[in-house]
């Protein structure tokens, strides 16, 4: 059900937003939990609503501490987290969680989760000025 949200928070995100509310509150287990405030947090960042974003993904980033997972699903998180702060220009945040995102791919056999985490590290190099970093 949460891969299905997580689509539709593209789509329709207001939707997606009001639904997983509701659904929050009634789960008390951090990996049931966790998946549902990275949904809403892509939900508020497509809606531009940034510091909402930021709450959900931060709460996010505490219940994933409460359990080991899968490293696919830190990275996402990391990722997410930076993608809101380049997006609102703070770039020193966006390069801690970028930083930690790549620290975290290089533990995973994923290349195309490996691929997009350091194309998004290179923007990141190229809007700070860092052309060579960028290319590298």
Same mark, same amino acid.
């Given at each position: 059900?949460?891969?299905?949200?997580?689509?539709?928070?593209?789509? *329709? &995100?207001?939707?997606?937003?009001?639904? +997983?509310?509701?659904?929050? @509150?009634?789960?008390?287990?951090?990996?049931? /939990?966790? &998946?549902?405030?990275?949904?809403?947090?892509?939900? %508020?960042? @497509?809606?531009?609503?940034?510091?909402?974003?930021?709450?959900? +993904? *931060? =709460?996010?980033?505490?219940?994933?501490?409460? %359990?080991? &997972?899968?490293?696919?699903? =830190?990275?996402?998180?990391?990722?997410?987290?930076?993608?809101?702060?380049?997006? /609102?220009?703070?770039?020193?945040?966006?390069?801690?969680?970028?930083? @930690?995102?790549?620290?975290?791919?290089?533990?995973? *056999?994923?290349?195309?989760?490996? #691929?997009?985490?350091? +194309?998004?590290?290179?923007?990141? #190099?190229?809007?700070?000025?860092?052309?060579?970093? =960028?290319?590298?």
């Amino acid at each position: 059900m949460i891969e299905i949200l997580q689509e539709r928070a593209d789509a *329709n &995100p207001d939707s997606v937003k009001k639904v +997983l509310i509701i659904r929050l @509150n009634e789960f008390k287990d951090a990996r049931k /939990r966790s &998946p549902i405030h990275h949904v809403l947090g892509v939900a %508020y960042k @497509n809606l531009g609503d940034y510091d909402s974003a930021i709450y959900h +993904l *931060n =709460a996010e980033d505490s219940l994933l501490n409460d %359990y080991a &997972p899968e490293i696919e699903i =830190a990275v996402n998180n990391e990722s997410e987290l930076a993608d809101i702060y380049y997006q /609102r220009g703070d770039l020193v945040n966006a390069e801690l969680h970028y930083n @930690n995102a790549l620290k975290l791919v290089e533990k995973s *056999n994923d290349y195309k989760l490996k #691929s997009g985490v350091l +194309l998004s590290v290179g923007w990141l #190099s190229r809007e700070q000025g860092k052309h060579a970093l =960028a290319l590298d």
